[in-house]
């Protein structure tokens, strides 16, 4: 799915997170967002997933305006997200983690689950198979039974990624997937985000700190600061970009020259 | 003599107790399941006796109706009504986080008891309604006692099992999952506000049902016996002592406490007279202790909440 973002501004008290930002994210893409600290990458990722309302611009998803659209609402028109700082539901097993997330199930009805419950089994059934698949794709199988609360980091940055592949949507906002995930893990990651966009037709944009891993999944990349587009490119080509180097460079010597 | 009396104060016991475990069970859909601060216990419960008091008993002049219907359709439109006091309660805070929430609660339930205290044409006011009628009446005074009984521990059974399906089902899922992140149940598509707003409902709905048995089994209603001191407060401590989030903790919670409050009675009757006058006051001293020591001991309570098992598993190795 395409998503473009319309000269959005959205400012947080005194503090301008984004301002005037355009950009596309091609469909079958894996497109890398990078930004020095405070660029307005999270900003952007809430307001295309819909969590904050921009003061200004709109959002389109395939050509559809959805900028008044909630979050739980553009899931079903295919967008779904991960968060920086991963959200699990601790007091739930791993496993009902994952159940959770695929829509359609006729046991979220209150009457259905008292009165047609093989319906729920039925449903159910489809879904367990598909959990118990994400699972042990993402080697949290052993897991399953334990209170997500209980897991590790990195574990919880896998099962949110579980959650995106619970999923029908075929376009992700990954923030930062690559975080506390051990390199091993991490590889077999990449891997899987690049089968999803090149043979499953997945969409994907990606905000990333870990530069190794931008240059290997990302294409184009779009650099962001100051809440605006700075440039946009290959990997190489932008990180022979002049400006880009100033903004990562002086953002930096900037920050150490104030005390 | 004594053992006759001592069965017929178990049977009194049983029944009340077992009336507090239906409130409590509709508290725990509330907090337990979708964590919502509802302090307004005492509004829902009043609306059901209430409703099914103004349906139930003879005509009277002092208040609406009453329109003679039997206990069944009282026990009904009172779970009913309630429900709908819920819904429309629920459109304007149900968005509201916890605390908030709380709050917002604290004042609808005193509104609605300040209606019903002062709204003469319908409730007769402080003076209350009494001669609702009892189930069972022809059974003679033991019979009626012990099939009151039956029917409040057939009514724990049958809303168990509803609450223990939907809690089971993909519904308690999104709730408890609502619950422990709204903003990531946004995430994966799920309206959350339909979903808080069901729980809220049903929650109350419960309660209105309880509070109309209990119309049926006191025989009479006043404002004051929905002191939130005795609802609210003690629901909420049996809650917590029993389980939050587990329905047979909250049942078990209900008998528990109830059993605590009941005995206390008994205790502070013993006490010399310079101290029997604050024996009420004791009472309550003595349930916030258990409530302290529970929550410093024991904060999942004596039955902590686990997750359901699994509808269908897959059995699938880890390798």
Redo the contacts between chains.
Sequence with gaps: MRIEVRDVSKAFGGVQAVRHCTLTVEPGTVTGLIGPNGAGKSTLFDIV?G?TRPDAGRVLLDGRDVTDL????R??LGL??T?QIP???????V???L???P?R??????FV??LA?PR??RR??EI??R??EVL?LLGL??L?DE?AGHLSGGQKKLLEFG?VLM?PCRTVLLDEPGAGVNRTLLGRLAALIERLAREEGYTFCVVEHDMDLVARLCDPVIVMAEGTVLARGSFDEVRRDRRVLEAYLGGTLGAEAEP | MELVGLASFLVFFLTLAGIYALVTLGLNVQWGFAGQFDIGIAGFWAVGAYTTAILTTPPSPFHLGGFGMPFTVGAAAATLLAALVALAVGRICVDLRTDYLAIATIGIGEILRLVLKNEEWLTNGVRGIAGIPRPFADLGRTGQALAFLALVLAAIATVHA?LE??RR???G??Q??I???E??????????RRFRL?SFV?GAAVMGFAGAVHAHFVGFISPEAFDPLYTTFLVWVMLVVGGS?NNLGAILGAFAVWAIWSLAQFVTAWLPLEWAARAGALRVLLVGVLLQAVLLWRPQGLLP?R?PP?????E????
């Design positions: 997933a969590f909630p979050p739980h609402r899931f079903h779904v997200r968060f959200r699990v539901f601790a007091r739930m097993t496993e009902e983690n159940r959770l997330v829509p199930q006729p046991g979220e009805k209150l689950s008292w419950w729920v089994v159910e059934r367990a198979a959990a118990a042990e199988l052993h399953r209170l959650r999923s | 509803l399906r939907a089902a993909p519904w899922r999104v408890r999952a619950r422990d992140d903003t990531a149940v946004l995430a994966v598509g799920r309206d959350v069901e049903l989030g909440e997750p699994p509808v269908v598993r897959d699938r190795e880890s390798r």
